[in-house]
């Protein structure tokens, strides 16, 4: 497991806190940047409420056959994701109009609009699988 998965893990599992994990990951961004010098693209400015991001995503998968799996994940986790994402990766998707940073950086704004489900599905067989936001 490489650090940057270990530290996630470890905020996951609630040893560390965000702003521990942020730290964390910023020293091994830089430790790596030292190493290898790339060529980085320009980040979106931090929004300014990037402190207040708060709820969670929500997965729920509820089986007719009992076998039900409940997901959540803390939308300040989605904003570490940043720190992770490979430059490489980030071009990739801003060639196909993705700017994947913008919607990072803008994730408390976007999260104030939905006030639904993200996916609602029930199958014919009464399994339910829903995705939504927890404020």
Do not use: C, H, W
Request: proline content about 5%.
């Amino acid at each position: 497991m490489n650090e940057k998965a270990k530290i996630l893990e470890m905020l996951n599992e609630g040893k560390i806190t965000v702003d521990e994990a942020e730290k964390l990951l910023n020293a091994v961004n830089e430790v790596k940047s030292n190493e290898f010098q790339a060529p980085k693209p320009p980040k979106a400015p931090a929004s300014p409420s990037s402190s207040k991001t708060k709820g969670k995503i929500k997965i729920e998968v509820l089986s007719s056959d009992g076998d039900n799996v409940r997901i959540s994940v803390p939308l300040k986790l989605v904003k570490a994701i940043d720190k992770m994402l490979p430059n490489k990766v980030a071009l990739e998707l801003e060639e196909e109009g993705i700017n994947l940073r913008d919607l990072i950086s803008n994730i408390d704004e976007t999260i104030d609009e939905i006030d639904e489900d993200l996916v609602n599905i029930v199958s014919s067989e009464g399994d339910n699988v829903r995705i939504y936001i927890e404020k």
